[in-house]
């Protein structure tokens, strides 16, 4: 009998929670092709193209919990009955083996609605700290897996990471940038909520930061860069296809504290300058960057800091020998078959449920 599996895709502003869940149904399709294999997610319409290749998409109106003085608490009672009832009708429908849940808004419906139909849950949290909605999903789950490791009944995956990023090439990266092999490279990254800060500060120390490296530069989008007109600066909102490209061309990342981020960073051996991103969901990058660092896997900066950037890049660059350690103790630190590993736990659960 063939089973169906129910991906809950949470975006929320973000594609953090949709490239995992990618990568790890790629991975269970790959151990039993049999499996059906279908997507609940946000309105978002760029959620929705992406995972319309991977299998059949289903939107629901999730609302995001509200924080603060926010409009949000008027229609947040308004709106979460209304995603529970979509998410009671999808699951009734199609009556799926498993749920697996990365979180977000949209998994809290859809997997209180799977508790209630005794449908099991699996969960990934991928940071160090969970948020507020895995906490709520964590006590309706079947199992629970990890990235960094929070004890308890938690199983230690990893992270899982997008399989295309190990296909970069230096050359092509050149080619895109138009730099040369003389000079060291930086890859400057902000993600979605926390790249202003990252941009005024490589704008500030352009100067200095430009005669010591060549600089590749992803504002965020609708986000501007340093204004300057240099062949060593190349800047762009964001790249999808370059990627690859950039990562395998960039001799240092300056990044916020993600896990997603960091475990593509540990995935390619990639040294880091990682500026967490303060007072955000349970502080959870300040605590994922303090984990690092402890284990020497990361050199780390405050952003109230940010004035010592120069400094920091320039004491980075120099030492080789530094970058290298930095690069192995992060691929060291993060399972790098995480998806394999959920996927198996997957079909592990689906084995329980047939």
């Not at 790890?24 to 399709?29: D, N």
């Not at 009955?81 to 979509?86: D, N, R, S």
């Not at 007072?279 to 050199?299: F, R, T, Y």
């Amino acid at each position: 009998m063939t089973k169906l599996f129910h991906i809950v895709c949470t975006g929320g502003g973000s594609m953090g929670h949709i490239f995992p869940a990618v990568a790890v149904m790629q991975e269970v399709k790959k151990l039993r092709p049999d499996v059906r294999i279908s997507f609940i997610t946000s309105t978002r319409k760029e959620e929705q193209e992406l995972l319309q290749q991977e299998g059949a998409v289903h939107a629901i109106h999730a609302p995001k919990s509200p924080r603060g003085l926010s409009l949000r608490w008027i229609l947040f009672p308004l709106l979460f009955p209304v995603a529970i009832c979509e998410s009671f009708f999808l699951l009734l429908r199609d009556r799926p083996s498993v749920i697996f849940s990365k979180g977000g808004f949209v998994s809290v419906p859809v997997c209180l609605a799977a508790w209630v139909l005794r449908i099991p849950l699996v969960l990934h949290e991928s940071d160090s700290v969970m948020g507020m909605g895995n906490r709520f999903i964590a006590q309706l789950a079947t199992v629970i897996c990890t990235g960094f490791p929070l004890g308890g009944r938690a199983i230690r995956t990893g992270n899982p990471v997008r399989p295309f990023i190990a296909h970069g090439s230096r050359e092509e990266g050149k080619r895109i940038t138009g730099f040369s092999e003389d000079r060291p490279v930086i890859l400057v990254t902000g993600g979605s909520q926390g790249a202003k800060a990252i941009n005024e500060a490589i704008a500030f120390h352009s100067a200095s930061l430009l005669r010591m490296a060549d600089i590749m530069h992803l504002t965020g989008e609708g986000k501007s860069g340093a204004s300057v007109m240099d062949p060593h600066y190349w800047v762009k909102p964001y790249v999808t296809n370059e990627l690859p490209h950039l990562y395998a061309l960039a001799d240092l990342v300056i990044t916020r504290a993600g896990a997603g981020s960091l475990s593509e960073l540990a995935f390619l051996s990639k040294p880091a300058l990682v500026i967490p991103l303060e007072g955000v969901a349970h502080n959870h990058q300040v605590k994922n960057a303090e984990i690092l660092e402890q284990s020497g896997a990361i050199a780390a900066l405050p952003q109230s800091s940010l004035s010592t950037l120069s400094t920091h890049v320039q004491q980075l660059i120099s030492d080789g020998a530094r970058l290298e350690q930095l690069g192995e103790r992060l691929h060291a630190i993060f399972p790098q078959d995480a998806a394999v590993r959920i996927a198996k736990v997957l079909l592990d659960t689906l084995k329980t449920a047939e």
